[in-house]
């Protein structure tokens, strides 16, 4: 290996077969008009049953219309696509199968070895980088292959997508990689589910997803106007800047309540078994997301090679005021309830496991945690490098897979031919792909709740119903307590398509959160009302989570330790039709072929 290949820069992708501007211009013009500044997420294919799962956030976040993709099969998974043939204004060029990078046949051509990358923002990278570090790592490959006289080609795939989780990823894998027949596929993600809290005491779990953190707070960086305002005006970012260097000093670790943190019981920190269901930061469901996408690798004679994922941070860790004050806050805002000595713990446990993971399933591993230099210059936040430390990653798991793919070269298990040939790729080719209009889709009734049950409330809150209508709700004044339980009609839970559960209220003082759970008791979908005038809130249910549903739920949204008030008109619950989608004015289809 020679270090002179570390300055080759991989071939920039060819420019994509349409005008992006045009297939883009329907959503431009729509912003234009609502007034509505967009990013980079409108610029994806969102999943049609994951739009209409989180209906509200979508019409308040998007301009009217967003594009989506129909996967066919019920699936909220992965939440989005890129579209394909596409350049977004990000920056980002999407091949025909919608990953970043080159295009690549659909059937793998002869002596070639694909290695796949999957992941989220730490695989995919920043968009306006020149290349992503799977990118990077593909020319590397070839000139290695080439000294030592192999007679291989390779082909990368990066299959990352920013903002996904173990689960998405396996859905990705098994369903949009996997039929192009990589030979490697290269797991790295460790911090979508990095749930630190899952390490706080049992009296925290109980309350809705939405309310944990405001039980604690945040720890304050800078004022929000000033934030606001650095993201908006070039005169605000200079005056931060000055003021930093003027102050001089570095950025140490403001203070947090300590103590928090309580290890479960009965699981080895320092050598974990990968497959104890207690394990914390939820990694029983990504040791099972692991396990699925090795089954499905290695149907195909694939290998899955797990990496230790790299986080920034360790107890005392002092940061330059200007260069890293990304780094800073994110972890003292996105993380601020949890200690740097917190953080780096329970990183260093998550990297045990996965080492674990690896041993116990006899797996290569791609050890990247244990190479990389904790150099805050190299990162732009404790996860996500700067283009330098970008760089940096490719030639370590470059080296790192060098040993993985000489011995089964050497071993003649690679190059491998293509096992199956294909005329489409089954999961992309019959996708329907279109722009969806964000209007409330129309529902037809087919339940309501007995108005005379809304008189059961829970311990410790008030719910009046009168002669007519509407029940006045008080809630106790515990955080988040619950208020009310009533079970879902009958009728409500047959096998159907969306569901969505409309409840009519206005609240007086406070705020009521509405809620949907399983028969386990878990929640299915929750939001938050504050609004004092009449007004609906809807929560829409997908066809798969309908078939689990059991009660409706009212509580105290408010988590400071005082009561809220509400009127409830209704709670009804209706079938929904989603609405038609436009066809976009641009095909983005074609997908280059391998001729034999």
Do not use: C
Not at 50 to 78: A, C, I, N, T
Not at 178 to 201: A, H, T
Not at 278 to 300: F, H, K, M, W
């Amino acid at each position: 290996m020679n270090p002179a290949w570390f300055d080759i820069e991989p071939e920039p992708p060819a420019s994509p077969p349409q005008d992006s501007s045009a297939v883009w211009e329907p959503l431009l013009r729509a912003a234009r008009e609502k007034g509505v500044e967009l990013d980079f997420e409108h610029f994806k294919l969102q999943n049609l049953n994951f739009v209409l799962e989180h209906w509200d956030s979508f019409k308040s976040k998007f301009p009217g219309l967003v594009y989506v993709y129909d996967p066919g099969d019920g699936s909220s998974q992965p939440p989005y696509r890129f579209l394909p043939n596409a350049r977004t204004p990000s920056e980002l060029s999407v091949n025909a199968f919608g990953f970043r990078g080159r295009d690549i046949a659909r059937n793998k051509p002869p002596r070639t070895i694909r290695v796949a990358f999957l992941g989220a923002s730490t695989t995919i990278d920043t968009h306006s980088y020149p290349a992503s570090y799977p990118e990077l790592i593909e020319p590397w490959l070839t000139i290695w292959a080439k000294q030592r006289g192999f007679d291989a080609s390779f082909e990368v795939i990066n299959a990352g997508r920013e903002g996904i989780t173990s689960t998405d990823i396996k859905r990705v894998a098994l369903d949009e990689v996997l039929p192009l027949e990589p030979d490697l596929l290269v797991y790295y993600e460790g911090s979508n589910q990095f749930s630190l809290w899952s390490l706080v005491p049992e009296r925290n779990r109980n309350a809705p997803p939405v309310a944990a953190r405001e039980e604690f707070g945040e720890v304050p960086t800078e004022p929000d106007w000033f934030i606001w305002a650095r993201k908006y005006s070039a005169i605000a970012r200079h005056l931060g800047v000055t003021r930093d260097r003027v102050a001089g000093s570095r950025l140490k670790e403001p203070f947090k309540p300590s103590g928090a943190v309580v290890w479960p019981r009965g699981v080895d920190e320092m050598a974990p078994d990968p497959d104890d269901p207690n394990l914390p930061l939820l990694l029983p469901t990504i040791v099972a997301d692991l396990d699925s996408i090795r089954r499905g690798a290695a149907s195909q004679g694939a290998t899955l090679v797990p990496s230790t994922f790299v986080w920034l941070a360790w107890d005392g860790m002092e940061l330059d005021p200007v260069r890293h004050r990304g780094i800073f806050n994110y972890l003292n805002s996105s993380l601020g309830r949890f200690l740097y000595r917190d953080i780096r713990r329970a990183a260093d446990f998550q990297n045990r496991v996965f080492r674990a993971y690896a041993a116990n399933r006899s797996l290569p591993l791609n050890d990247l945690a244990a190479r990389m230099p904790m150099d805050p210059d190299l990162f732009d936040d404790p996860i996500h490098m700067g283009y330098p430390g970008v760089r940096l990653k490719a030639w370590l798991v470059f080296q790192n897979l060098l040993p993985i793919l000489e011995q089964r070269i050497l071993s003649g298990v690679l190059p491998q031919p293509d096992r199956e040939w294909l005329e489409e790729h089954p999961s992309l080719a019959r996708v329907r792909v279109g722009i969806l209009s964000l209007e409330d889709p129309p529902g037809r009734r087919v339940a309501e709740a007995r108005f005379g049950d809304l008189s059961r409330s829970v311990a410790g809150a008030s719910l009046a119903v009168s002669e007519g209508r509407p029940a006045k709700l008080v809630t106790s004044a515990r955080p988040f307590a619950y208020a009310y339980q009533g079970a879902v009609p009958a009728a409500a839970k047959q096998n159907g398509g969306m569901l969505r559960v409309r409840t009519r209220l206005r609240v007086l003082r406070g705020a009521i959160g509405v809620g949907v759970t399983n028969q386990k008791g878990n929640w299915i979908r929750f939001s938050n009302a504050h609004d004092e005038d009449w007004n609906d809130l809807d929560l829409l249910i997908s066809p798969r989570e309908r078939e689990e549903i059991d009660e409706t739920i009212l509580t105290n949204g408010k988590g400071d330790g005082t009561a809220s008030e509400a009127e409830i008109e209704s709670i009804v619950f209706e079938e929904v039709v989603p609405p038609a989608l436009e066809p976009l004015p641009v095909a983005t289809n074609a997908v280059p072929q391998f001729e034999p």
